[in-house]
């Protein structure tokens, strides 16, 4: 059973404009939310994180939003650029378990 | 400026072999953590650390065993590695606190043939 669950392998957007990356999980007990961001050869890089009890993190052009009844959360990124072309993976952790759950990743390419 | 070194960037090695993978971390941090990344299945976790000589399992440690002797230092072991651990293995680092970020290495591509 997956827990957390990103549904678009891939995403590609113009550059400057809004890339809109999605993020499904099904336990109720996940508090903490994060968005990491892989390039090729490199290892995941944190990106933004936001805790269940918010419903909106920012960071210059990066945007997280939770919607906790739909178990829902998505990254914005605002305006794109081509260097933000990488593997996005959302995680979830919760507060006793000290480990995160990690989604399948999503390809965004920003095309110039 | 941070550091997670994995041994390895590409391993190449034979069915039945036993393989150590091997991980520092240079920021002092309690957690050790190993996953493992496959296309379609994203980051799955292996085994991770909370101190010295502690390990708990995760989510697919079959097949894997692993060792932390030193704080800085977290190794898997495939102690008789088969095709289907042919992999990129991904080894990272937290502070104890609860929903601290991970700092990863750069990865170790493993093959298996």
């Known amino acids: 059973d997956q827990q957390v669950k990103q549904n678009s392998p891939s995403l590609s957007v113009q550059e400057g404009r809004i890339s809109i990356l999605n993020c499904d999980y099904t336990?109720?007990?996940?508090?903490?939310f994060l968005w990491y961001k892989k390039y090729p050869a490199e290892g995941p890089t944190f990106l933004i994180s936001i805790s269940s009890i918010k419903d909106k993190n920012e960071d210059g052009r990066f945007t997280v939003f939770l919607n906790k009844s739909a178990k829902h959360l998505s990254l914005h990124i605002v305006p794109s650029q081509p260097g933000d072309s990488a593997v996005y993976f959302c995680a979830a952790s919760t507060a006793n378990a000290g480990k995160s759950t990690f989604g399948d990743g999503t390809t965004l390419t920003v095309k110039p | 400026d941070v550091k997670v070194t994995q041994s390895s960037r590409y391993l190449v090695k034979r069915t039945g072999e036993k393989v150590f993978l091997e991980c520092v971390q240079d920021m002092d941090h309690e957690n050790m953590f190993w996953y493992r990344q496959d296309p379609g299945l994203g980051l799955r976790l292996i085994y991770f650390?909370?101190?010295?000589?502690?390990?708990e399992k995760g989510d697919i440690p079959e097949g894997y065993s692993v060792s932390r002797e030193k704080k800085e230092r977290f190794s898997l072991i495939l102690e008789s590695a088969s095709t289907n651990q042919t992999s990129m293995y991904l080894c990272?680092?937290?502070?104890?606190?609860?929903?601290?970020?991970?700092?990863f290495g750069s990865g170790t591509q493993l093959s298996v043939l």
């Open positions: 336990n109720s007990m996940f508090d903490y």
């Open positions: 990272a680092s937290s502070f104890r606190q609860t929903n601290e970020k991970l700092f």
């Open positions: 650390s909370y101190d010295v000589k502690m390990k």
